[in-house]
């Protein structure tokens, strides 16, 4: 009986669940900050449980190694900054997802922790893994995006979903690395009007 509450059987505040959602998303923003501010030096459970403020079994308890918290960190930092919508107009959404794309990829620690992982992938086989694991996530996602515009028949029967995946982060990724142009709503919007135009007829 809750010591608060006279009444028989009354429930207690349950704080559990609360406090460890509080610490894997402590440990989840700790990583990606890490990962930003890192410049090349490797990132351990060790610092990442010290930013977090968590012992590192607590880290242990969620993930099996580095690689996991960091590959968890920057997709759950995608699933959030990213819009993937169901409007039933496959312009609108992939427009909406391009832009937001392009938008969250130059937010000052997401831009740091994609570079870092970019340059350390070229030298660290485990970085490099998580580096595709990451993509492909990224990849499924705009491809099942696509794939109901073809179901609705927005896009024709044979268009190569693969192809425009590439398209859209090609263009991305030249852009983002070398910032020869910019990664901006109207480049966004002119990329997903040109592929879905070129993959309607």
Request: aromatic share 6%.
């Amino acid at each position: 009986m809750d010591a608060t509450d006279p009444r028989p059987g009354a429930a207690r505040p349950h704080t559990g669940r609360r406090r460890n959602e509080a610490a894997h998303r402590a440990i989840l923003d700790a990583a990606l900050r890490l990962l930003a501010e890192s410049d090349g030096t490797p990132v351990t459970i060790d610092a990442i449980a010290r930013s977090a403020g968590v012992g590192k079994q607590t880290v242990y308890r969620w993930w099996p190694s580095k690689g996991a918290v960091l590959l968890d960190a920057i997709t759950d930092r995608a699933d959030q900054d990213v819009t993937g919508p169901d409007t039933g107009d496959l312009r609108t959404d992939l427009r909406t997802f391009v832009a937001t794309t392009f938008d969250a990829a130059q937010r000052d620690a997401t831009a740091s922790a994609l570079r870092t992982l970019v340059r350390e992938a070229a030298r660290d086989p485990h970085l490099a893994e998580l580096m595709r694991t990451f993509t492909a996530t990224r990849r499924t996602a705009l491809h099942e995006l696509l794939a109901r515009g073809r179901e609705r028949g927005q896009l024709a029967g044979d268009a190569d979903l693969d192809l425009i995946v590439d398209q859209v982060y090609g263009v991305f990724w030249y852009r983002f690395l070398l910032g020869h142009a910019p990664l901006d709503a109207d480049a966004a919007g002119r990329l997903a009007e040109s592929l879905v135009t070129g993959a309607a007829r």
